[in-house]
């Protein structure tokens, strides 16, 4: 059965859509201020029309964000089948990944203070010969679940290192 990320997710992602408005908004502002002002000399007038196209331009482009949160929240599930951890997330790239248990070398569970904050974890499971995930998402983790309840968190390590132990006898975890 597939599984849905802790709502708190939206948090952390929406973290990541916020620095990337602001700084899509200066960029844009750069070229669209002087284009519509003019490069004359700054006055008054010319500084307050600045400044409320510089804020149409965060609303625009935070209101486009909060719609990318609730799309890549809506469209990240994970599940623990009988083999291997699937993963399943993206927007507009989907991104399908398979986990299978006997690679897995560890699992950690990090709680940053958003985190505690609204009581998730992220649990970061690292396989053999798996270095440095190709978005940069999870850290260096091939199996990353962003955002967990606590307790669930703990729960998914308890059964990944029981599937482990079963496959490998007592070897690797």
Do not use: C
């Not at 916020?18 to 010319?46: Q, R, V, Y």
């Not at 950690?108 to 940069?136: C, E, K, M, W």
């Not at 390590?157 to 496959?167: A, E, Y």
């Amino acid at each position: 059965m597939k599984k849905q990320l802790h709502s708190g997710a939206k948090w952390i992602f929406r973290l990541g859509v916020f620095w990337t408005a602001i700084f899509l908004a200066i960029f844009l502002g750069s070229f669209l201020i002087p284009m519509m002002i003019g490069f004359e000399f700054l006055s008054t007038t010319n500084i307050l029309g600045a400044a409320i196209i510089f804020m149409i331009l965060i609303i625009f482009t935070m209101a486009l964000g909060e719609i990318w949160v609730r799309m890549a929240y809506n469209n990240w599930s994970y599940e623990f089948t009988d083999s291997n951890l699937r993963q399943e997330r993206g927007v507009i790239w989907k991104t399908y990944s398979n986990v299978p248990y006997d690679r897995i070398q560890n699992i950690d569970i990090r709680r940053g203070i958003i985190a505690r904050i609204l009581g998730f974890s992220s649990v970061h499971i690292q396989t053999a010969g798996y270095s440095v995930s190709p978005n940069g998402a999870g850290y260096g983790a091939e199996g990353y679940i962003p955002a967990v309840e606590i307790k669930e968190a703990e729960n998914i390590r308890d059964f990944i290192i029981k599937k482990v132990h079963k496959g490998k006898g007592r070897q690797g975890l």
